[in-house]
């Protein structure tokens, strides 16, 4: 198997006499070579403390749940099994230990189905049939019924651990197709069996931290789709029920949408249409590595070019808000990476990580509110291994993040190489910064140095980030026997694994004298936290 390597400003391999110099910022070693080249590179990380460029929810993490039944399939597999929300298994005891690891974790009710979707409940639905696959149907699968008796077991399962709830609603009841468009779906939403369902929802006491109007109808839609003004209209109505269902604002949930792929006029429509202090998630949904099925998957999560492509997206819908909805907030409502529900031989595994924290950070630092992964179970790209619940590598690397990153979001940039990523956050619950930093290189030992640079300051002046503190807190996040396509994560050179009692292991860091550099090995994650760190941006 060939070698990637990053590229050296000048490097040297002396074999015999020879002396080699690399260009390429990736370069292919065959294995005939049998060279171990291994790297260091000193690197100075600048974090500017004065003030923050973004702030996102205190609880940005956040993992979706969907409908899908066990017989959807992709590419000649089916990876749901029994994770959908009307089949999962509720007393798992895995799965709630995951979700109240979290204390609270986040979790968007919705997906490709929530369209399909009836709600058993009042008189507005007199046939509620189970989901049925049937070609020609919206996704292949007839519409399907929600019983009650489910949502009891659900809201069962949320209150015990303390999740906070997003629901997304079925946005196409009333409507039908357009002529000559069979994508365009024209009318007005019939909000009778929402309606409903909110009211058993509020009589019942469920906490829901905000409903949300359809899924992947915005812009050119998936499957469906419908015009900005007419959505505009429509989660008006949304909102008024809302209102109506929750007269106490201060139990009142959030109203999100639309729900979709980012495109800039239609949402600019969207945010006009339903004017201020209506929308109050502005949510778009983001696939960017292409189809679970592609073999480049691997080397796309691994290149940092290539990730940086989505980033005009993400600045782009925050500035949306910023000029057509400032009191809302930009969501990234789904985000799987890799659609048709991952790879299978790569969104469970360590390498995912690379893509996804990026992702975390990149849309933490355009002022994303949240970020939804998808899935926490289901699929090839959940954060729970679909049939044992066994956390994978990504739901170490979010609780981290959750844990650790705290809402102020504060510029940071360095010297090094491009296969370095680093992010810096305000700490979260206690004084100074955490840094996560994402090392793509399979050869190189990043040594970084963290300069607090004061940026309001004459003359842009830094110092060393360790004036006050002699150790800092870091967290190592490496595969398993250097395989980066492995399951198991390992934090701080022990496997993280569950306790015998099912329960999410201790997550304890290593202490580091804080006037050493962080030496960020080659594929590894690293989360630091460095209490000393005199930031004002985080004295608020």
């Given at each position: 198997?060939?070698?990637?390597?990053?590229?050296?400003?000048?490097?040297?391999?002396?074999?015999s006499s020879f002396c080699l110099a690399?260009?390429?910022?990736?370069?292919?070693?065959?294995?005939?070579?049998?060279?171990?080249?291994?790297?260091?590179?000193?690197?100075?990380?600048?974090?500017?403390?004065?003030?923050?460029?973004?702030?996102?929810?205190?609880?940005?993490?956040?993992?979706?749940?969907?409908?899908?039944?066990?017989?959807?399939?992709?590419?000649?597999?089916?990876?749901?099994?029994?994770?959908?929300?009307?089949?999962?298994?509720?007393?798992?005891?895995?799965?709630?230990?995951?979700?109240?690891?979290?204390?609270?974790?986040?979790?968007?009710?919705?997906?490709?189905?929530?369209?399909?979707?009836?709600?058993?409940?009042?008189?507005?639905?007199?046939?509620?049939?189970?989901?049925?696959?049937?070609?020609?149907?919206?996704?292949?699968?007839?519409?399907?019924?929600?019983?009650?008796?489910?949502?009891?077991?659900?809201?069962?399962?949320?209150?015990?651990?303390?999740?906070?709830?997003?629901?997304?609603?079925?946005?196409?009841?009333?409507?039908?197709?357009?002529?000559?468009?069979?994508?365009?779906?024209?009318?007005?939403?019939?909000?009778?069996?929402?309606?409903?369902?909110?009211?058993?929802?509020?009589?019942?006491?469920?906490?829901?931290?905000?409903?949300?109007?359809?899924?992947?109808?915005?812009?050119?839609?998936?499957?469906?789709?419908?015009?900005?003004?007419?959505?505009?209209?429509?989660?008006?109505?949304?909102?008024?029920?809302?209102?109506?269902?929750?007269?106490?604002?201060?139990?009142?949930?959030?109203?999100?949408?639309?729900?979709?792929?980012?495109?800039?006029?239609?949402?600019?429509?969207?945010?006009?249409?339903?004017?201020?202090?209506?929308?109050?998630g502005l949510t778009h949904h983001t696939?960017?590595?292409?189809?679970?099925?592609?073999?480049?998957?691997?080397?796309?999560?691994?290149?940092?070019?290539?990730?940086?492509?989505?980033?005009?997206?993400?600045?782009?819908?925050?500035?949306?808000?910023?000029?057509?909805?400032?009191?809302?907030?930009?969501?990234?409502?789904?985000?799987?990476?890799?659609y048709n529900s991952g790879g299978k031989?790569?969104?469970?595994?360590?390498?995912?990580?690379?893509?996804?924290?990026?992702?975390?950070?990149?849309?933490?630092?355009?002022?994303?509110?949240?970020?939804?992964?998808?899935?926490?179970?289901?699929?090839?790209?959940?954060?729970?291994?679909?049939?044992?619940?066994?956390?994978?590598?990504?739901?170490?690397?979010?609780?981290?993040?959750?844990?650790?990153?705290?809402?102020?979001?504060?510029?940071?940039?360095?010297?090094?190489?491009?296969?370095?990523?680093?992010?810096?956050?305000?700490?979260?619950?206690?004084?100074?910064?955490?840094?996560?930093?994402?090392?793509?290189?399979?050869?190189?030992?990043?040594?970084?140095?963290?300069?607090?640079?004061?940026?309001?300051?004459?003359?842009?002046?830094?110092?060393?980030?360790?004036?006050?503190?002699?150790?800092?807190?870091?967290?190592?996040?490496?595969?398993?026997?250097?395989?980066?396509?492995?399951?198991?994560?390992?934090?701080?050179?022990?496997?993280?694994?569950?306790?015998?009692?099912?329960?999410?292991?201790?997550?304890?860091?290593?202490?580091?004298?804080?006037?050493?550099?962080?030496?960020?090995?080659?594929?590894?994650?690293?989360?630091?936290?460095?209490?000393?760190?005199?930031?004002?941006?985080?004295?608020?």
């Amino acid at each position: 198997m060939a070698q990637l390597v990053p590229k050296m400003i000048l490097f040297c391999v002396f074999l015999s006499s020879f002396c080699l110099a690399f260009a390429d910022d990736r370069v292919k070693l065959n294995s005939e070579s049998a060279i171990n080249i291994a790297f260091a590179q000193d690197v100075k990380l600048n974090v500017e403390s004065v003030t923050n460029i973004a702030k996102t929810d205190d609880n940005f993490i956040c993992a979706t749940l969907d409908w899908w039944p066990s017989d959807k399939c992709d590419y000649g597999q089916c990876p749901w099994g029994q994770a959908g929300l009307l089949n999962l298994d509720l007393d798992n005891k895995i799965l709630a230990n995951a979700i109240r690891a979290f204390n609270p974790l986040r979790i968007r009710l919705g997906g490709s189905l929530q369209d399909q979707v009836l709600y058993k409940v009042g008189d507005s639905i007199k046939k509620c049939p189970h989901f049925k696959k049937r070609d020609g149907e919206l996704f292949g699968f007839t519409r399907g019924c929600f019983h009650m008796d489910r949502w009891d077991q659900l809201n069962k399962l949320f209150n015990d651990t303390g999740a906070k709830i997003t629901f997304g609603l079925n946005a196409l009841i009333g409507r039908k197709r357009a002529e000559g468009d069979d994508m365009l779906m024209v009318g007005d939403w019939n909000s009778k069996n929402a309606h409903n369902f909110m009211q058993y929802t509020a009589s019942k006491g469920y906490k829901i931290d905000s409903y949300e109007l359809g899924n992947e109808l915005c812009g050119s839609g998936v499957s469906r789709r419908v015009e900005a003004d007419q959505y505009g209209k429509d989660v008006i109505e949304l909102k008024r029920i809302v209102q109506d269902v929750y007269p106490d604002p201060s139990t009142r949930p959030k109203v999100l949408g639309p729900g979709g792929f980012y495109d800039e006029q239609w949402f600019k429509t969207f945010l006009q249409t339903t004017g201020p202090n209506v929308v109050d998630g502005l949510t778009h949904h983001t696939y960017n590595l292409g189809a679970g099925v592609d073999s480049n998957l691997i080397n796309k999560v691994q290149d940092p070019y290539f990730l940086d492509q989505v980033a005009q997206t993400y600045k782009d819908a925050s500035n949306s808000v910023n000029l057509f909805g400032p009191w809302s907030g930009a969501w990234v409502g789904e985000g799987g990476g890799a659609y048709n529900s991952g790879g299978k031989d790569v969104s469970h595994t360590f390498v995912n990580g690379f893509w996804y924290l990026d992702q975390l950070g990149m849309t933490a630092t355009f002022n994303h509110k949240v970020f939804c992964r998808q899935a926490l179970i289901g699929g090839n790209y959940a954060l729970l291994n679909t049939t044992t619940f066994i956390p994978n590598p990504d739901f170490y690397g979010a609780l981290l993040w959750h844990r650790l990153m705290g809402k102020n979001v504060l510029g940071t940039s360095h010297d090094g190489s491009p296969y370095l990523r680093a992010y810096t956050h305000c700490s979260k619950n206690s004084n100074g910064i955490t840094t996560m930093l994402i090392n793509m290189s399979n050869s190189t030992t990043f040594e970084v140095s963290v300069m607090n640079d004061m940026n309001l300051h004459p003359n842009g002046r830094k110092s060393k980030g360790d004036e006050n503190n002699t150790q800092r807190e870091e967290y190592h996040l490496t595969p398993q026997d250097g395989n980066i396509q492995s399951d198991v994560v390992l934090l701080n050179g022990t496997p993280l694994t569950l306790t015998t009692s099912s329960d999410i292991p201790d997550m304890k860091p290593q202490l580091v004298d804080n006037g050493s550099p962080i030496a960020v090995g080659p594929d590894s994650i690293v989360f630091a936290t460095i209490k000393g760190f005199n930031a004002p941006a985080c004295s608020n």
